[in-house]
Nanobody, 114 residues
């Protein structure tokens, strides 16, 4: 069974940076076929897309993430990343990784606070 585990969340001040990681427990060959996405869910809000990275390397970002966030992957480590810079207060949320459009992780909390 494929498992997805996020890490890297924490408390950061406005303007700060964090890098989230997402490890997928599968073979390297299978991971290479997976599109990877990051979502977030703020308290009382619906889960929303942050960024996605196709298996062929195409990147798409939600408007709020453009210019500040970067999604990447290291296929040799079965890992996807989300580099978040210039974080804002509204970035406080649980961030989730989605692998292959069907496998969700449990999420990692990001809190942006002075």
């Amino acid at each position: 069974q494929v498992q997805v585990v996020e890490s890297g969340g924490g408390l950061v001040q406005p303007g700060g940076s964090l890098r989230l990681s997402c490890v997928v427990s599968t073979s390297v060959e299978e991971f290479e076929t997976m599109g990877m996405s990051w979502y977030r869910q703020a308290p009382g809000q619906q889960r929303e897309l942050v960024a996605e990275l196709s298996r062929l390397g195409r990147r798409d970002y939600s408007e709020f993430a453009k210019g500040r966030f970067t999604i990447s992957r290291d296929n040799s480590k079965n890992t996807a990343y989300l580099q978040m810079n210039s974080l804002k207060l509204e970035g406080t949320a649980v961030y989730y990784c989605l692998a292959a459009g069907i496998f969700w992780g449990q999420g990692t909390q990001v809190t942006v606070s002075p």
